[in-house]
């Protein structure tokens, strides 16, 4: 298949998409039409083998879902903090999840000493993760397992970044929620993996640092 056979069969796939959705539902693009109310905001990477509402079970309408390189929230970063602040004080959603995966391009590139022009800036982040964890971390041993730890602790550090905004931490003085959560997807077995990070433990040293009096 030629590449402009294969960009002319997504068209294809949608039209079948869209007959099987009406066949089971016909009025189910109505409905989505007429509004989204997610209980879910997913903070994700954007590689390709990692479909938000898909590894969820979800459909449609159920995620509210922002994606980046190796699923970093940083403070600079205004389509972050838009998508973030959109989903809590508009969608009021329940759940805020970063999700981050095994095997992430993004984090493997962040352990190697690699100059990778205009991504430097950005698997900075990543790096300054392993800074902040450097003693565990170069206490593994093994390299895959030293990779796959770096994996959660940045989807950690990255879950604290979003407590820290504003948005959140109205919402929560206002209706104890969002809860936020840490996940890794594996790719390997297609589960998903609850990080249960301590939160609470975790913020207690900052919490008098970064809380709003609001």
Not at 55 to 74: Q, S
Not at 200 to 207: P, V
Not at 209 to 214: A, E, G, P, S, T
Request: contains cysteine; hydrophobic residues 40%.
């Amino acid at each position: 298949m030629s590449r402009l056979e294969k960009y002319r069969q997504v068209f294809e796939n949608n039209r079948r998409w869209v007959e099987s959705k009406r066949e089971h539902d016909s009025t189910y693009f109505e409905r989505l039409a007429s509004g989204q109310q997610p209980e879910f905001l997913y903070i994700g990477c954007a590689d390709s083998r990692v479909p938000a509402n898909e590894i969820m079970g979800l459909e449609p309408g159920d995620v509210f879902v922002h994606r980046n390189v190796a699923n970093i929230v940083v403070n600079t970063d205004l389509n972050a903090h838009t998508v973030i602040e959109y989903a809590v004080n508009h969608l009021e959603v329940d759940h805020i999840i970063v999700c981050g995966h095994y095997g992430c391009g993004g984090v493997g590139a962040a352990m190697k000493s690699q100059d990778l022009g205009v991504m430097n800036g950005w698997l900075r982040e990543i790096r300054d993760v392993f800074r902040l964890h450097k003693a565990e971390l170069m206490g593994i041993a093994d390299e895959e397992a030293r990779y796959r730890r770096l994996v959660e602790l940045n989807v950690q550090e990255q879950c604290i970044h979003v407590l820290k905004t504003a948005s959140v931490q109205k919402s929560y003085l206002k209706r104890k929620l969002p809860t936020v959560h840490g996940w890794v997807f594996d790719l390997h077995d297609g589960l998903l993996k609850d990080l249960e990070i301590p939160f609470d433990d975790i913020l207690e040293d900052i919490r008098e640092i970064y809380r709003l009096d609001v």
